[in-house]
């Protein structure tokens, strides 16, 4: 299994519960591609950033996910709601 550990940037004034709606939709964007497992938003319980937790079959179909149409709609639909970029780290899963 392959994972992805996704830490947001600081969300714009206002725009925590748009930011939570994008999410929500794209988790039903992003679970028609194939080797998705899961997507979960995790917030903080004092002060910081929102992070994602991705979990994908492999390295290669969370590549095909990430360059697909439905990525770079989502991309877009997001963007604006961000002050900065997202940090991506990838992992290999060695243990369950």
Do not use: C
């Not at 600081?10 to 194939?34: R, V």
């Amino acid at each position: 299994m392959f994972v992805v550990i996704i830490n947001f940037p600081p969300i714009k004034e206002g725009k925590d519960a748009e930011f939570q709606e994008w999410f929500s939709w794209s988790n039903t964007e992003f679970a028609n591609q194939k080797g998705f497992i899961s997507r979960k938003l995790l917030k903080p319980l004092k002060g910081g950033t929102y992070a994602a937790v991705v979990e994908h079959e492999s390295y290669e179909t969370f590549m095909a996910m990430h360059t697909s149409p439905a990525h770079d709609e989502a991309g877009k639909k997001v963007a604006p709601l961000f002050d900065g970029n997202p940090a991506p780290r990838f992992y290999n899963v060695v243990v369950e």
